[in-house]
Structure formats: structure tokens, C-alpha cells
């Protein structure tokens, strides 16, 4: 019998994005419940029932709830273990694993302007936020050879860490003008069918904002 999956994901939230783009990678078929943040639909029976925190994702899969993106993504490359999004080699592996927890710090730096910006609109970023979010451009520049994924050659789980959240750096006005390696990175994974069949919907119909038009 199949696998009875439901992912509740938000437009726009990047931890449910990176479920969404892990079950496509494996190409797993899933009952999608697209919910409306506006309306409080995160904090709704069926999902409080599932994920006490009430967020998006909330993923149920055959019977087993794991909510938490970053666990999730594990979760599916062990239950579902090809196509593989881990190299072959331990060492390969090693870098997979550091990438795929750093991004929390391109996410931490990202959501800090966000947040500032949603609560200040008409003040300016504060300079010592800018710094630190270029600081870590930087470094993930640095991670990237010319045709490179994030960890290595191949496409795997740490680009599913990381991409979403580089993708709202850019649905924020990141220009990536001075960091040619991460702007050709963006390209390529917004391009690919994965990121592509999972795109937020309400982005391919709105503007993003300019806020972070200096980066
Ligand atoms: N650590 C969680 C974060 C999930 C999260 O923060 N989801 C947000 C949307 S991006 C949410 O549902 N926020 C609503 C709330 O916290 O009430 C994960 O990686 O899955």
C-alpha cells in the first residue's frame, strides 16, 4: 500500500520549503496543505494535534510525525534512502552534515534584518546587522568553487538547508552583486525542477522587497 504523507507548508516559509524540495528530490507523492498564515491556520486543530508548536512544516508520513525541517530532511534520505542527497565517501558526508547545520547562521543573520525591517519600516538597517549579514555572504562565498554545490560537487542535503533560505535573501533585495559564485549558485538551484515545482506561489505573483538592495 502507499505511504500516507501530509506536509502543512506556508508560501514563503523556508524551513517548510526545504521539506517540500527534499520529498521532490526523492520523488515521493504528498497530500499538500498549503495553510494561510493570515488567517492563523498554523494554529489550527489538525496541526496543534501533530506539532504542539503550531508551525509550518508539519509532516505526518506513513503514521510518523517529524516536524522540525532539518530532522524532517533526515528522516526522508533514511526512510527513503534513493536517489541518495549524501555522497559516497565519509569525508564527502562530513562536509554534507557541517553545511546542512550552519545554515542556521546564514538563516539567523537573514531573519534578523527581516524581523528588524517588518517592526522599523521606516527606519534604516541598523549597520552593525548589514555587517554581519555580509560577513556571512562571505563565508558562503568562500564555501563555493566555480560550478560547485554548496558541499561538494553533487546537489544534496545542504543545499536543501541552505538554498531556501538564500533564496529569501534575495526575495528581500539581496542583489548577491558582489558575491559572483553565490549568484550563480542561486540561479542554478531556483532553476531546478525541485526548487522550481515548489516555488512559494505568492512570490511568483508579488513583488519582493528592496531592503537588502546594499548586499
Ligand atoms: N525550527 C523550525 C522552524 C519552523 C518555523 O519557524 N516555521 C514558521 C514559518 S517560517 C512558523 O510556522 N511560524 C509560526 C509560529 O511560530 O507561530 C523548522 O526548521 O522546521
Redesign the pocket.
Known sequence: MAAQRTIWW?SG????WRVLIGLKEKGLEYDSKLIE?SKKE?KSEDILRLNP?????TFLDDGVVV????AALLYLQDKYPEPSLLPATIEGRALVYQRFQEAANFHDKVSQVIRFKWTNADEALPQDKLDALQAELELWESYLSEDSFIAGPDFTLADISFGPFLLVFKRFGGTLKDFPKLNKYAEKIEARPSFEDSYPPHWKETPGKDWLDSL
Open positions: 506556508g516559509s523556508a524551513p517548510a498564515f498554523h508548536r503550531g508551525q509550518v512544516p516536524n522540525e525541517s532539518l
